[in-house]
Nanobody
Framework: QVQLVESGGGLVQAGGSLRLSCAAS????????MAWYRQAPGKQRELVAS???????RYADSVKGRFTISRDGAKNTVYLQMNSLKPEDTAVYYC?????????WGQGTQVTVSS
């Protein structure tokens, strides 16, 4: 059973930085796409950033230039460096990954940005 475990969330002031990590376990295969999603209270879950096994990245317009996604393929780990954080970045951040035809989600980590 593949498990994704996030870490690195917390409380930060506007303008600050946080780094999220997500480690996958339970598989000998390299995850294909890995991504970060977020869900704010009363809103739908949205894609924040994604990275393919080849290293191609994609970002939501709202985080371009502020967030950077990266991955360590050998360790099936994905990171999200978040800089210049804004109160509107406050949400639960979820790690996502795919192995073959199946996809997996982490349990989520809370990020709160105070103004």
């Amino acid at each position: 059973q593949v498990q994704l475990v996030e870490s690195g969330g917390g409380l930060v002031q506007a303008g600050g930085s946080l780094r999220l990590s997500c480690a996958a376990s339970g598989t000998i295969f390299t995850l294909s796409a890995m991504a970060w999603y977020r869900q704010a209270p009363g809103k739908q879950r949205e894609l924040v950033a994604s990275v393919t096994r080849a290293g191609s990245t994609r970002y939501a317009d709202s985080v371009k230039g502020r967030f950077t996604i990266s991955r360590d393929g050998a360790k099936n780990t994905v990171y999200l460096q978040m800089n210049s954080l804004k109160p509107e970045d406050t949400a639960v951040y979820y790690c996502y990954g795919t192995v073959g035809p199946r996809d997996y989600w982490g349990q989520g980590t809370q990020v709160t940005v105070s103004s």
